[in-house]
């Protein structure tokens, strides 16, 4: 006839036995964590759990040797203390990030929603050929030197202001200037020189003459070179 062996066990949630309800050898089940406990001795003894699928271990795990999840969920820290970490696949972040060593990555793809960097040292470079675009939504501060092509482009000579001719013989070109309200101009157009206000031309400045369109030309003294019978000049007061 048969029989039916019985192990110790417990059907309440959470229910762990003591060292003193097993002895050494001894199994108990909970059947409702679906756990398996038993008494480790040694100089202190204690209860351990049997790893069993769907449960939930509390205190330390340690695998020698190779392990393969499905799915490996952390919900505290999880700590690897080895050479190489490999990751085959995607890995997602929910939370923080930190790395305090280099991180190497043989591409960026990056959607920020807000950020601060602050480099110590070293330097950046954003592309690496001359058909890549960068776009910048926002302010740009430059502290130090402004390089294009190569070239050195401006310095800041005080408050507010900012020296583009650096080198008279290599000085690079601005030909429109437009103030905040967009009804002032000053061009430079192929010849001439002139200053629009309200999108009219009321000064320009040629080769060969400058004319004002509108209003008056004031000095207190003003020399005008013209061409008479004599060749003189012709000069006179305001």
Do not use: C
């Given at each position: 006839?048969?029989?039916?062996?019985?192990?110790?066990?417990?059907?309440?949630?959470?229910?762990?036995?003591d060292t003193g309800s097993l002895n050494l050898g001894e199994l108990?089940?909970?059947?409702?964590?679906?756990?398996?406990?038993?008494?480790?001795?040694?100089?202190?003894?204690?209860?351990?759990?049997?790893?069993?699928?769907?449960?939930?271990?509390?205190?330390?795990?340690?695998?020698?040797?190779?392990?393969?999840?499905?799915?490996?969920?952390?919900?505290?820290?999880?700590?690897?203390?080895?050479?190489?970490?490999?990751?085959?696949?995607?890995?997602?972040?929910?939370?923080?990030?930190?790395?305090?060593?280099?991180?190497?990555?043989?591409?960026?793809?990056?959607?920020?929603?807000?950020?601060?960097?602050?480099?110590?040292?070293?330097?950046t470079r954003f592309g690496n050929t001359s058909d890549d675009t960068?776009?910048?939504?926002?302010?740009?501060?430059?502290?130090?030197?402004?390089?294009?092509?190569?070239?050195?482009?401006?310095?800041?000579?005080?408050?507010?202001?900012?020296?583009?001719?650096?080198?008279?013989?290599?000085?690079?070109?601005?030909?429109?200037?437009?103030d905040s309200t967009e009804n002032t101009y000053a061009l430079a157009?192929?010849?001439?020189?002139?200053?629009?206000?309200?999108?009219?031309?009321?000064?320009?400045?040629?080769?060969?003459?400058?004319?004002?369109?509108?209003?008056?030309?004031?000095?207190?003294?003003?020399?005008?070179?013209?061409?008479?019978?004599?060749?003189?000049?012709?000069?006179?007061?305001?």
């Open positions: 006839m048969s029989q039916i062996v019985q192990l110790k066990r417990s059907a309440l949630s959470g229910k762990v036995p108990a089940v909970n059947t409702y964590d679906g756990k398996i406990y038993f008494k480790k001795s040694g100089s202190i003894e204690s209860i351990e759990s049997v790893l069993t699928t769907n449960s939930t271990i509390t205190g330390s795990i340690r695998l020698e040797g190779s392990g393969s999840f499905g799915s490996l969920k952390v919900n505290d820290t999880l700590t690897v203390n080895h050479g190489e970490t490999i990751i085959s696949g995607s890995a997602l972040v929910t939370s923080d990030l930190t790395i305090l060593g280099a991180v190497n990555a043989r591409q960026f793809n990056i959607s920020v929603i807000s950020s601060s960097v602050l480099f110590q040292s070293g330097s960068h776009d910048f939504t926002g302010s740009v501060q430059v502290t130090g030197s402004l390089y294009v092509n190569g070239s050195q482009v401006g310095i800041a000579a005080g408050p507010n202001t900012y020296d583009f001719n650096l080198d008279p013989e290599a000085a690079g070109t601005v030909n429109y200037i437009v157009q192929t010849g001439s020189f002139d200053v629009k206000i309200a999108n009219t031309t009321r000064l320009s400045v040629s080769a060969s003459a400058m004319w004002v369109t509108t209003g008056s030309v004031t000095s207190n003294y003003m020399h005008l070179a013209k061409y008479i019978t004599n060749g003189g000049d012709l000069d006179f007061n305001i």
